[in-house]
């Protein structure tokens, strides 16, 4: 969707980038610029930049940038046109009405009201007359009232299409109820609910909307059913950018996290007075839940499940939170299996005691490691260390790493040097299968194969930088965007991404049209803008000449077998008409 470049200079104008970023990213001033660890890929060393000047901003780690918009796009996981929205909204700026009428955008809204709907029917279920047996259930749960309110927690009645009459009485339609995954097609053609005869917990974002479902069996109706049926991925909800209860507990978290497996024990912890849990829904812990909790959390417990699959979650989480700058911490379940019937058993200070105790998660994976050994015998000092080897040589700080060399060297009578050696190989080995792995990958992105030299066409390092001399040269100097025309061809470019870039640059100059990134945000897909903002950003030194230009294209067409082009600055006015008619033939 297009907006005027009023409104845009408006927009631009009412959210200044910094603004704009603060409450995802803590920034610090750096010269001219601020800095902080990127939302966007997982860090401890901040390679995030926010250029205060140009209103931009570029990630030196994973390459992510642009301007405001781009950044609410990629932070709140919304179209163009959503973010335009988030941000006018935020500034009160009133959007035209004639530029907002995006279909996607108006389904996504749809999606929100019949999410808000169905939370509430549920609920109602859930209190009336006819939610009896899952009254009883919460009742047996431990869950008040109040707990109840607080996360929406409904019933799903047991009939087929209970929710589908409901929402088609609110003037909902059928294909609606369909995309939003609240119903699906019966063999017979008609419409049943998805979620029947379930306990329903909503899945709530950061701005209070309703986004999805997760529904519970609370019955041996059906032996065979699912424990769990969770909302499929929908143009709202993407699981692997959503914790449950972070809405809460991102305003309680003393910048400290609960982690959990499941939503009753994120609920149980809350009602409890543990108001810092989450959990991750209906998915396995991935990369981007970590880019989530790194936004809000410097530490995080985990609160896993004590059985074998619990165990095996928490060596994946802990291998995932290692490459951002949280602090990760490992609750030992004692008492029950999950702090739900910690809690329940219990109470909450014996729950307290639990969430005290937690230890590193060095610690965790060396108690892991020694697991089963008998550690009296020569057999298992040995398997044990060769077990602990492996967790030391992938700490990071020396001094810890020296430190737990030092215990386990006391501890098992044996002398230090030779732990430290078995380490210092093992840290080598990794070192070298890290670099193959990377040197693969290069080849791959330069030449499409792995081990192959680069064809005719290969992106090499001297065709990127005169591509990029290009666009920066015409960003910085337009006027010059008009003598090379009779020279640029599409055909010119090895890489897409700059031609693209190059075309629409040149379009707007043409057009007399605004150069800041904010312009093209709507037009630009977000590898294009990452590059562009990239370029924006580069202060490597340029002549700022026409015949840098034509030393570029003339390398360019040397790459691609042709003469090179002529010295431009030598030419007179005839001697340019001349050749401009020989290059537009």
Known sequence: MRFSEEFLDELRFRNDIQSVISPYVALKPAGRTMVGLCPFHNEKTPSFTVYLENQSYYCFGCGAGGDCITFIKNAENLDYTE??????????????????????????????????AAARFYYVMLTGQNGEKAQNYVLKRGLSPETCKKFGIGFAPDQWDSLVRHLKNAGFSEDELVTASLARKAKNGGLIDVFRNRLMFPVIDLRGNVIAFSGRVFDDKDPNAPKYINSPETLVYKKSQVLYALNFA????????????????????????????????????????????????????????????GQKAVNKVISILETTHIKTKVIKMVGGKDP???????????????????????????????????????????????????????????????????????????????????????????????????????????????????????????????????????????????????????????????????????????????????????????????????????????????????????????????????????????GFRELFKKASK
């Open 83 to 116: 973010a335009v929205r988030y941000l006018a909204e935020k500034s009160g700026l009133a959007l035209p009405v004639d530029s907002y009428d995006d279909t996607v955008s108006r389904l996504r809204h749809r999606i929100y009201e019949m999410n808000r």
């Open 340 to 574: 739900d019937e910690i809690i329940r058993t219990h109470g909450k200070e014996r729950m307290r005691d639990i969430l005290n105790g937690a230890v590193n998660d060095t610690e965790f994976r060396l108690s892991q490691a020694e697991a089963g050994l008998d550690l009296t015998s020569p057999d298992g000092k040995v398997n044990y260390l060769n077990n602990a080897v492996a967790v030391l040589a992938s700490l990071k700080n020396p001094m810890e790493r020296d430190i737990y060399i030092t215990k386990i060297s006391s501890d098992l009578d044996v002398l230090k040097p030779a732990i430290s050696e078995m380490v210092e190989k093992e840290i080598k080995q990794r070192k070298n299968r890290s670099e193959r792995t990377i040197f693969t990958d290069i080849q791959k992105q330069i030449t499409g194969h792995p081990n192959i030299a680069g064809t005719e066409k290969a992106f090499n390092a001297k065709t990127k930088r005169a591509e990029e001399a290009l666009i920066r040269s015409v960003l910085q100097n337009p006027d010059f965007c008009k003598k090379l025309e009779p020279f640029i061809r599409p055909e010119l470019f090895f890489s897409e991404i700059h031609k693209k870039l190059y075309f629409n640059i040149a379009q707007k100059i043409k057009n007399n049209q605004k150069l800041e990134l904010t312009y093209f945000a709507g037009e630009l897909t977000a590898a294009e803008m990452n590059v562009l903002s990239r370029l924006v950003n580069d202060k490597t030194l340029l002549s700022n000449t026409l015949q840098e230009c034509m030393d570029c294209i003339a390398a360019l067409n040397a790459e691609k077998g042709k003469t090179s082009s002529p010295n431009i600055v030598e030419l007179d006015d005839e």
């Open 250 to 309: 991102k305003n309680n978290n003393d910048k400290k996290l609960i982690l959990c497996e499941g939503n009753m024990d994120v609920i149980a912890l809350h009602q409890a007075g543990f108001t810092n849990a989450v959990a991750a829904m209906g998915t396995s812990f991935t990369p981007g839940h970590a880019k989530l909790l790194a936004n809000y959390a410097d530490e995080v417990l985990l609160a896993y499940d004590g059985d074998a699959a």
